[in-house]
């Protein structure tokens, strides 16, 4: 495998035009520089191709960041393009509802067990926001209790305020919102807690229903259902990350636990910008006198993707090639990591999983996977900071073992440099410009 120093010139040059123009550089806080190997990672990305990208520089590299996830079937699908150009055609958006809202609706209804009725936004977050919407008008209560990220807006930064980050959210909203721990059955920050400290007072449980590190603890999920009965609570399942990856039915179908509502984003449409809210009709329907509507909801173009894609999905049995894919490089990573003697492991869900170096103080462990972003990038791999290691369905196993490969010999690199003590010294980043974000991040 060529260990070579990246030529990423542009990148940097763009990424001084970039902080003139956009403030942090960039419209998704997950994609800044910063959070990769500043100096020793590509900036800016020009195009894709399955499961490879190019950046502006006109290095390849087999990608596991995946546009943080939406790109489930691959980059430049040919079915999917061909949906939306055969759409792009007729016109994206119209005057009047099109056929094309009924068939993606149906799309979803037809494998998500929680799915009766669906509504369509544009971003995760939004369709978040409506979820909790409808719970409020449908249950005459107010506050949520939340576990995970579900997007930017007021509702769910509130969780944060009292953070800088998070000036800028009226301060009144943080009663609203309450977080709670995932698999704990039975600390004061339980959900059995929150519920009780806020009886009669929660309308919703929005919630992830996974924690990407470990597996849902026996019955945790099954209890939480039942709690949310008990309490008379919507649950609302984040699907966000899990739909039609985990399974086509997301993680209500693979763990067998069913919300009342769920929300859908990036697994629908490999990269389209759409968003859905599905859920229960009883639920849903109260939709029907909310002000809940947008302009660009009805966008047949991303639409159009969300038919094909779950098609493609159906068709070629995505989420278990996901899995079998995943699986094969999580277990070939782990060899290596133990072969060779590195403190790292990946663990989680295969189509989704997480790494982790851990050596004596945090900021070795620290250095050690910027490290092995740095050495991964210049072999042709990009991976994000710990994970998720998002696989696609065009993920070949050449792929896979081109991988393993690359990331054995990052790894002998590492174990070199901690051996010798130069972990510090052998990073090529260079410090990156300084901004507020960076100052509180
Ligand atoms: C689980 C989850 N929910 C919600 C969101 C927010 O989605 P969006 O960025 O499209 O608003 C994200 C985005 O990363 C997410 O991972």
């Not at 991964?376 to 994000?384: I, N, Q, S």
């Amino acid at each position: 495998m060529e260990r070579k120093k990246i030529d990423i010139k542009k990148s940097l040059e763009l990424y001084k035009r970039i902080l003139k123009v956009i403030p942090g550089g960039s419209q998704t806080m997950s994609k800044r520089p910063e959070n990769f190997a500043f100096g020793a990672f590509p900036i800016f990305l020009e195009k894709g191709k399955g499961s490879h990208v190019w950046d502006v520089d006109g290095n390849e590299y087999i990608d596991y960041i995946m546009s943080l996830g939406p790109i489930t079937l691959g980059y430049c699908y040919p079915v999917i393009n061909e949906a939306v150009k055969a759409q792009l055609e007729k016109g994206s958006i119209f005057s009047l509802p099109h056929r094309l809202e009924i068939e993606a609706a149906e799309a979803i209804i037809d494998c998500v067990p929680c799915a009766e009725m669906v509504r369509f936004f544009k971003t995760g977050a939004e369709a978040a926001a409506a979820a909790v919407r409808v719970a409020r008008a449908f249950t005459g209560k107010e506050k949520i209790a939340s576990y995970g990220y579900h997007g930017w807006l007021d509702i769910w930064t509130a969780e944060h305020i009292g953070h800088p980050r998070a000036r800028g959210v009226p301060s009144v909203l943080k009663d609203y919102i309450i977080s709670f721990n995932y698999n704990d059955f039975e600390s004061e920050n339980s959900i059995e807690s929150v519920l009780k400290k806020h009886k009669d007072e929660i309308a919703c449980i929005v919630m992830s229903p996974i924690s990407y590190w470990s597996p849902p603890k026996d019955g945790y999920l099954k209890w939480v259902r039942e709690l949310a009965d008990e309490h008379e609570v919507v649950l609302v399942f984040d699907e966000i990350v899990t739909g039609f990856r985990l399974s086509l039915g997301g993680a209500q179908e693979y763990f067998g636990v069913t919300p009342d509502l769920a929300c859908f984003a990036k697994g629908i449409s490999n990269g389209l910008p759409i968003s859905a809210l599905a859920g229960k009709k009883e639920i849903m329907q109260i939709m029907e006198d909310l002000t809940v509507s947008s302009t660009y909801g009805g966008d047949t173009l991303s639409l159009a993707a969300v038919t094909a894609a779950i098609k493609e999905c159906k068709e070629k049995s995505v989420p278990e090639y996901l899995w079998r894919q995943g699986r094969k490089l999580m277990e070939g990573l782990n060899k290596k990591a133990r072969d060779v003697g590195v403190n790292v492991e990946w663990v989680g869900f295969a189509p989704i999983s997480m790494y982790r170096f851990s050596y004596e103080n945090a900021s070795l462990s620290s250095d050690m996977t910027v490290l092995f972003l740095q050495e991964c990038a210049k072999r042709g791999v990009l991976f994000r900071k710990e994970g998720p290691v998002y696989i696609s369905f065009s993920h070949t196993n050449e792929d896979i073992e081109r991988t393993i490969d690359v990331c054995g010999e990052a790894l002998e690199f590492l174990r070199d440099a901690y051996e010798k003590g130069e972990v510090h010294s052998r990073l090529e980043t260079l410090k990156p410009p300084n901004s507020p974000y960076r100052r509180f991040s």
